[in-house]
């Protein structure tokens, strides 16, 4: 891993971001250098349950999307899934939505209900990245899950669905990154996603 970031730039201990995008099954890590984030790896991942679309309540077998983040109390090295982060599932957009749950991880062990589940492998190189940046400082790490990539032809294509205006809600924040190589802070105003620099 080390040879790898070193390739590209990157850090050992460099702040984290991570994007999941549940349509094509796929976990981003970027890490950030001087002038902006930058994409170290791509992960597949193994499992999630439920489909596009938000979790809305406990027991209901479905994968979050939205914005949250992860302190150090939520990175747990000895999960019963090989490793585990909680990404911190109802944030205060789900809860003023009524939507309810907990424990919802991205962790090891290729099974989910509810969590999105990594192998081993690929758990291990972001568990060791996401805490080496914890460790050097970065007071929390932030996690953007996404139905799909928010293009618009991927708008487009699920603008007569049920969750069209939360998803174009979700797109703000996607653009945001996308425009400016840096997440957003997320804020909730209104029962909807604010972003600010």
């Known amino acids: 891993m080390e040879k790898a970031l070193s390739e590209k730039g990157l850090r050992f201990g460099a702040p984290v971001f991570i994007r999941v995008f549940k349509e094509s099954k796929e976990l981003e890590l970027w890490l ?109 790490f932030r996690v953007h899950v996404f139905p799909f990539r928010m293009t618009d032809r991927n708008m487009e294509k699920y603008s007569r669905t049920r969750w069209a205006g939360f998803w174009g809600n979700l797109k703000e924040g996607y653009d945001f990154f996308e425009t400016t190589g840096w997440p957003p802070k997320v804020l909730v105003q209104g029962g909807r996603y604010k972003f600010e620099g």
């Open 32 to 140: 950030e250098t001087e002038n902006n984030f930058e994409l170290f790896q791509t992960y597949d991942i193994c499992s999630f349950s439920g489909y596009l679309g938000p979790k809305l309540r406990q027991g209901d077998r479905q994968s979050p999307e939205g914005f949250y983040y992860v302190p150090p109390g939520s990175m747990n090295p000895a999960s019963q899934f090989h490793l585990s982060f909680n990404i911190g599932y109802p944030n205060t957009f789900d809860r003023g939505h009524g939507r309810t749950g907990s424990a919802i991880m991205i962790h090891g062990n290729c099974v989910s209900i509810g969590c999105y589940a990594m192998t081993d492998a690929g758990i291990e190189e972001i568990y060791a990245l996401a805490d080496a940046a914890l460790r050097g400082g970065q007071p929390f």
